[in-house]
């Protein structure tokens, strides 16, 4: 009967344990397939749960890392970010921290923080011996976001020759790359304070500087419309009119308009960095 | 043989039951999203409870996390709900009431700060908020009965009650301006109405718009006579521009009355608020 009563506890004693760590795996396997299932908000909330209720440092990162990717792929990249931030680097291993900066120069690229990016990528740089592909890609387009085309175009041959094996297709992509980042391919971008400089001295130059030729000429004879109107008047000695009617309108339009260039250009420097910056993703992501 | 069945039995059972969270661990769950500001997420969780526990906090945290999301309306409606027998009780229902202030609700944020179980302390807040509600009402006599009054007034609530009597100040001694007072002034001085509703800058510069554009219409007038083609155009561009000016003072002194009401509420709802935030926080 002793015999008895000391296997039925050491067998209930390992059956507690077991479930125990089994019940965690459990509610992450759950978490990983409301994943896989789309539901990325409810698995955001599991892996939060685990989080909460799990002390392991293996769970922190796992946990972490696939709640942050729940965010990324929710398109909420500010909380992806804040997310992978909280994961303690100093306890990973390199491959894990490579794992996890790699994620996160990713989703500071995608919610416009292209500063921290780059000094993400600096940091993988001193760590790691070479950095991920998908992190020299980011490089790329974070410096195109920044109008470092020099810079872009340098590391856009270095990520060619490292990754594309054929050596005839290396030397057609070399060429392609170099066309791209040509000068005559390059974003023209228009100086917003000479756009609003020209408009200053001649109304409409502007805009014909940011290539609205049509709206430039317009404006051009609006603006000299009322110049006129308001010389002839007072030449007829309409002073009144003369100022009023033409000058006190010319004030107006030519004020007005020089915002406008401004406006202008900037619109038009967005547009084109744009352009370009599509153009060397699609070719980049074609490698 | 028959024992040990049971056993496995029972071992697999624990499998499933530790797998699942208590309704307890679901609430310190809950209060950690909260503390994280994910509020949404605290919202998920506290809808799946929601069929599972009529318990306080189940209400307490959804109108918390609500009002957090200034959801204000349905905030209410979860913080009303606490019981009385609840730690959260005072907090929710002042914090249901406030809500209602803000959505305008001042019908049922009075009934519900009536309802409320007052303690001493309670009571002076409930004072406060009632003499607000009363201020947002314009309600001036019903403000000088209620507000607080006595020289022991929690530490809590002293400078809002002064910022309150402030306020009731500046409210009573106001007239407000009359929107045909400023229409005959703008006939009469053109932009001297905007200037009455207290938009100088705006009145200055319709004298002058109107102003140059009568020497216009009289220089044109004088020497080309009343029938010349830019007799009647600049005459026309005139009166348009004259009788425009009488109507935009009009409207200005009613968007300038609007202007200050909607300041003094929102000087109220901020005043309102702080001691509640200071008390149960």
């Known amino acids: ?287 | 043989m028959k024992r040990t069945f049971i056993l496995i039995i029972l071992c697999v059972l624990s499998l499933n039951i530790s797998a699942q969270y208590s309704i307890k661990q679901r609430f310190e769950f809950v209060h950690h999203l909260i503390k994280s500001n994910d509020f949404k997420e605290a919202l998920i969780e506290l809808d799946y409870l929601e069929g599972k526990t009529t318990s306080d906090s189940l209400y307490y945290l959804k109108g918390w996390s609500l009002y957090s999301l200034k959801q204000l309306t349905n905030s209410a409606d979860n913080f009303k709900k606490v019981s009385r027998t609840s730690t959260f009780y005072h907090k929710s229902h002042f914090f249901a009431a406030y809500s209602y202030v803000h959505t305008r609700n001042y019908k049922d944020a009075k009934r519900i700060l009536n309802q409320i179980e007052l303690t001493p302390q309670t009571r002076q807040l409930q004072d406060f908020e009632s003499s607000g509600i009363a201020l947002l009402e314009r309600d001036f006599d019903l403000y000088e009965t209620v507000s607080l009054k006595s020289k022991h007034i929690l530490p809590a609530l002293q400078t809002e009650v002064i910022n309150l009597t402030k306020l009731h100040a500046s409210l009573k001694n106001r007239k407000p301006k009359k929107m045909w007072l400023a229409g005959l002034m703008s006939a009469i001085v053109p932009g001297s109405g905007k200037m009455y509703a207290g938009k100088t800058g705006e009145g200055i510069a319709s004298l002058l718009m109107v102003g140059s554009t009568g020497l216009v219409t009289w220089e044109n007038h004088r020497k080309l006579g009343v029938k010349n083609f830019k007799t009647i155009l600049f005459g026309s561009i005139f009166t348009i521009f004259y009788v425009g000016n009488i109507y935009g003072s009009v409207f200005s002194v009613k968007i300038s009355n609007e202007e200050f009401n909607h300041e003094m509420d929102q000087k109220i709802l901020f005043n309102l608020h702080i001691p509640l935030r200071n008390i149960f926080n």
């Open chain 1, 1 to 287: 009967m002793k015999w008895i009563k000391k296997y039925y506890l050491i067998y209930i004693f390992l059956c507690g344990t077991f479930s125990i760590s089994q019940a965690d795996n459990r509610i992450l396997i759950k978490a990983d397939s409301l994943f896989s299932s789309g539901k990325f908000q409810s698995a955001a909330i599991e892996y939060e749960r685990i989080l909460y209720f799990s002390d392991t440092d293996q769970s922190n990162y796992d946990c972490l890392y696939k709640k942050a990717q729940c965010y990324k792929l929710l398109t909420d990249f500010t909380k992806a970010c804040k997310t992978l931030e909280r994961i303690n680097l100093f306890r990973e291993n390199i491959n894990n921290y490579i794992d996890i900066k790699r994620e996160l120069c990713l989703c500071y690229y995608l919610d416009n923080n292209l500063q921290k990016a780059l000094m993400v990528i600096t940091q993988l740089r001193h760590k790691a011996k070479a950095l991920p592909k998908e992190t020299q890609l980011v490089e790329i387009f974070v410096l195109n976001e920044m109008k470092k085309w020099q810079d872009a175009h340098q590391k856009a041959k270095l990520y060619a020759e490292q990754y594309v094996s054929e050596e005839n297709h290396k030397l057609i992509s070399l060429k392609k790359l170099d066309s791209l980042y040509s000068k005559k391919n390059l974003p023209k971008l228009k100086s917003i304070d000479k756009a609003e400089n020209l408009s200053r001295f001649i109304p409409g130059v502007g805009q014909l500087y940011c290539g609205k030729i049509a709206e430039g000429s317009f404006t051009f004879l609006f603006n000299g419309a009322f110049l006129a109107l308001g010389a002839q008047q007072i030449l007829s000695k309409f002073y009144f009119t003369g100022y009023t009617a033409g000058f006190g309108v010319l004030h107006k339009t030519y004020t007005g308009n020089m915002a406008r260039t401004k406006h202008l250009a900037k619109k038009v420097n967005l547009v084109r960095s744009t352009h370009f910056n599509e153009s060397i993703i699609k070719y980049m992501l074609s490698l």
